[in-house]
Structures are given as C-alpha cells and as structure tokens.
C-alpha cells in the first residue's frame, strides 16, 4: 500500500490519535510520512519550502552538475535528514516508486517538462515559479496534471498567507473590498509597479557579448540546457543570471510576476479568465538578451485593467481605482491599508477597520499540501489558477518581444488573427528533442 494510502486510511481510523506515529514506527520511517526529492540544487532549493521543509521526508535529490549534488547531500545531513539519495538524473529519480512528491527547482525552461513527467510517472508535484515560460507549456501542464489526477501547487503563497511584498497587508482585506462590491460594479483599474510596493528587477538581462567558455567539470550541460536551444556555455547563461535570457526565463518579471500577479488575479476576482488585449510601451527588445520595458496593459473583458508599470511614471497612483472612483492605496504607518473617496477624501483609519470586520471573509482555502497529496483536495494555488496566473505575464512577454499589442482569446487560448503572436505563445517546435516529445506525446 502507497505510504499516503496507507496514512490517509490510518487517520480515518483515529489510529494516529491513539499512538503517535514516531512510537509506531520511528519519526523516519517509511510509513510515517510522505517522502519527497529534489530535481535541482542551486540557490532556490535552499529555501524553506525545499530542503528544510518539515512536512514530508526527504529522501533524494539530483541536479546536472555534480558538485551541487555532493553539496545537497551534505546539506540534507546537516538538516537532520541523514543520509539521503543522490540521483543520477532527475529520470530516474521520478522513476522511483519510493518518491510521493517531486519538488522542481530547476530554472523556468524545464518547469514545464518535468512537471508533465512527473506527473506521468505517478507524482504529486511542487513547483517553482514561474510555472511556465509560454502559454502553450502552461495549457499542456494543466491537461496532464487533471488527467493523472495528480496534486499540484506552485511555490507562491501570497494569495493566502503573508505580507504581499511592499503592501504592507496581506491579500485578504483587498480581496473583501473587491468581491464585495465595495469599488462600485464596473470595470476596475490596476496598477502594479515600484509605486505600489513591487520592483520589476531589471538588473535580470542578458549578455550577448559573451564568448564561449570552457564547460565546468562535472557540469552535463546539454542536460541543463535541456528543451531550450542548444548555446555553447558561459558563467553568464549557468549562473543565477541565466534570468536574463528568453531561452530560460524572461528577467525580473519572470522572476517576480508569479509572486506579484498570482495574488492580483486572486484578489481581482479573475482565478477563471485571462486578459483579452495587451498592449505595450517601451524598447523592442534583443532577441535572446531580457531588456526592461515601460509599460504593458493587460485589459479584461469586463473592462478591468491591469498596468505593469516598469518606467515608474505611474507611481503615485492607487494600486486599485473603482468605478465609483473609490481608490485603494498600500499601508503607510497605521494598522492597514488606505481607502480614498473619488473627491480626495481619505477614510480614517477607524473607517476602514470597522469596514473590512463587517465585510464577509473570502472562502477558507486548502493552504497545505501534505494534506492535499493525502486527501487529494486541489491546494490553493494549483495548475489550474496558477496556469493563469502564468498567463498574465506570459501575454505579457509576448507583447514585450513583438514590440507591440496583441489580442488574445481566453477561451481558445490563442492570439486572434496574430501568427507573430502565436509564435511566442506557443513554442513547441523550439523545444529540443526528446523532450518535446517527452512533453506533448
């Protein structure tokens, strides 16, 4: 019987409340909790939710150059988790029928293949951000993760616990404000940049001057390079600086959107829909180096607007303008955030407190995911609401190297009259073998 088979039937029986688990069978052991691997090892891996994370056991990792996998193994000692695995490949390592759980660590241009394969191979998988790097990789991570009934979350949490970034609130009170109706029943104005507490980190690009260096020993790095075009190597493209190349991610706003927009498209309500027009302002970009931009605006078919505000000429403006002219703005001392009216007037603090304990409360969310693997109950941030959320800034990027606007069709999930636009959304035929056929049969 699989362990969480076997733990899921156990708590249902009452067994746990009866005798611990760690006096059953030992705080380790294989039937007392879930286990979990690591495909790649490099600064995000460290994180909590990674190596150090409690919940379930760490039992292996692997990543395409050897020293980090030496390293790993030493770290997960020193974490208290004994000796664990080091796998040949991330292959083999979702191949072993004694992994629940694959954590994906590697860099955004095999977020995709891994999590289809994995989910293939029978396990429940938690992914880094972003999800995906184009559409058409994040529409086929959804199709497979349904289809093998796996459980998915991505490594975001701001929809649902913690200080969203330079608010200074979590996400909750905003989201009352908006699902209550409390900014009018019209369209909504959204602007998001360094102004309204998020920096889009244009220190992420690329460098096209680089010269070919000599490959680090113990480095496999066709297998890093993996789906995306093969490069002759440089430190530049392997370091932590690989951000900075469209192959493997999209700068900082590849970095930072799945953290910043996924909360956004939580609490503006649009977890089912994406944006039906993009428009762009700023520099045509490299084709392989990441750039900054001035301005994208993503509009919704409601008329909601969301501008990603990159040249911080927006930067006094209010995160959220209703349609009756009520504005939304980020705490600034106080106990939380600033509501202003349409004539200028600020709300005192008193107000906006007895509002928000009067507004009924978002719906609870299912915010663990060893609970999830075990009961098989969709986690708060899954394939499906996280795949548009991915969407967001994926419309988003493909504006940015056409160097223009588009229109996109939310349904279809194709740009309208557009083959220069689907060419980005949709870039299976870049991807290298065997790992297109790996991703979509």
């Known amino acids: 019987m699989k362990r969480r088979e076997f733990l899921k039937g156990a708590a249902a ?69 004994g000796k664990i695995k080091g796998y040949k490949n991330f292959i083999e390592l979702i191949n072993d029928p004694g992994v629940d759980i694959v954590h994906i660590c590697t860099p955004p241009h095999w977020h995709g293949v891994q999590s289809v394969m994995a989910a293939k191979a029978g396990k429940d998988v938690w992914c880094e951000k972003p999800m995906t790097r184009t559409v058409g990789e994040g529409k086929r991570v959804r199709e497979v993760i349904q289809a093998q009934k796996r459980m998915f979350r991505l490594n975001t949490w701001f929809r649902f616990k913690d200080s969203f970034y330079g608010f200074g609130t979590t996400v909750e009170p905003i989201r009352q404000i908006v699902e209550n109706g409390l900014l009018g029943n019209g369209p909504l104005k959204c602007v998001f940049g360094e102004g309204q507490g998020f920096t889009w980190k244009f220190g992420w690009s690329g460098r096209v001057q680089d010269k070919a260096q000599m490959i680090p020993e113990g480095l496999d790095w066709d297998m890093w390079l993996g789906p995306a075009p093969w490069k002759p190597y440089s430190d530049h493209r392997f370091g932590t600086s690989f951000r900075g190349y469209w192959d493997y991610d999209s700068g900082g706003l590849g970095d930072m959107a799945q953290h910043y927009l996924d909360p956004l498209q939580y609490l503006l309500c649009k977890d089912e829909t994406s944006p039906v027009k993009i428009d762009y302002k700023g520099l045509k970009q490299h084709p392989e180096a990441v750039g900054s931009f001035d301005r994208f605006t993503l509009t919704y078919a409601d008329g909601t607007e969301v501008i990603l505000d990159g040249d911080v000429s927006l930067k006094d403006e209010p995160l959220l303008r209703g349609s009756n002219g009520l504005c939304v703005y980020k705490k600034q001392g106080g106990k939380t955030l600033r509501i202003r009216e349409a004539d200028g007037t600020w709300w005192p603090e008193e107000k906006v407190l007895k509002t928000l304990a009067e507004l009924p409360k978002p719906a609870q969310q299912q915010t663990d995911f060893i609970d999830s693997c075990l009961n098989r109950k969709t986690f708060a941030l899954n394939e499906s609401n996280g795949f548009r959320s991915s969407t967001m800034f994926n419309l988003a990027i493909v504006a940015w190297r056409l160097g223009r606007g588009f229109e996109f069709d939310p349904v279809t999930l194709h740009a309208k009259n ?7 959304l949709y870039q299976d035929d870049m991807m290298r073998q065997p790992w297109r056929k790996e991703m979509f049969g």
Do not use: M
């Open 13 to 81: 029986l009452g067994a746990f409340n009866i005798v611990p688990a760690k006096v059953l069978w030992g705080a380790t052991a294989p039937s007392n909790q879930l286990t979990r691997a690591l495909i790649g090892f490099g600064e995000i891996a460290h994180s909590a939710n990674h190596l150090p994370f409690k919940g379930s056991r760490l039992v292996g990792l692997t990543d395409c150059y050897a020293p980090r996998v030496a390293a790993g193994l030493a770290a997960a000692e020193k974490c208290g988790w």
């Open 418 to 424: 557009d083959e220069a636009a689907e060419r980005f």
